[in-house]
């Protein structure tokens, strides 16, 4: 039987089909953490509220994969204010000045670019799945409603948007919580989670292993660290987390270059 006690509360906080009203959600659950070593469960309920602890963010993620061409490493650079309006460049490490992809929105519109092809895309933002509000489903069934929209399943995501990951990974497997560590300058609390079962086929394996770094003032992830047995397949670190950041006049501005090839 996993350590880890079912933890299902990642919509817990969702009181409409579209709660993104900063008035809907105006408060984490829990305003901060106590103990020196939390509760594996109080600590994925203060992850999940992380995005509601500030107001703008600049961050800056160094992400490194092992891929069977090698390692590739790339840099992420997030601008947010919330709701809604976020820029994302990702850029490969040792690329050329003119090699990036571009992800921003507006909390209406999200424009892509892919600088090395010379590719962009303007379309709405997606509504999200009706009736996941009902009081009937469990709370399994349900998903987090962030308050700004980041891209699906990247780094940036995972990072502030932890609910999903906590709730249908980590929550499957053993967690501990494995002591404190610095990142970015900041204090962070170590999670070790060993043979989740929600995971991706490669990785279902017994030595499997998933360590975190948790922001012990926001909850947002600061380090992810992925390995098979002594081999790391993945990591992700913030070089830079600079919460209720000043932002620049034009800090979203995004303008295609003439000669983009729009895909849609």
Known sequence: ???????????????????????????????????????????FTFMRDAELRFATLRMRIDVRTATTQGERAEVVELTLRHPGEVKILTMPVGGGTGEYDAWVS????????????????????????????DNDLPGTAKVYIPRTD????????????????CQNVLATGDCVVAGMTSVAGREAIVIECTNPRTIERVADRPDYLIRLAVDRTDGVILRL????????????????????AALATGAFAFNFPADTTFIY
């Open 1 to 43: 039987m996993p350590a880890t006690p079912a933890w299902d509360r990642a919509a817990a906080l969702t009181l409409t089909a579209d709660a993104r009203p900063l008035a809907a959600r105006a408060r984490a659950e829990i305003a901060a953490l106590r103990e020196e070593s939390p509760a594996i469960a109080d600590l």
């Open 106 to 133: 507006d909390g209406e519109t999200i424009r892509t670019y892919t600088a090395s092809r010379k590719l962009g895309t303007k379309r709405p933002v997606r509504k999200g799945i009706r009736g996941l509000d």
């Open 225 to 244: 660290e992925e390995s098979m047995g002594d081999h790391v397949t993945r990591t992700a670190e913030a070089t830079s987390y600079v919460a209720d």
């Open 150 to 165: 980041l891209p699906a399943e990247s780094i940036p995501d995972l990072f502030l948007h932890p609910a999903g990951f």
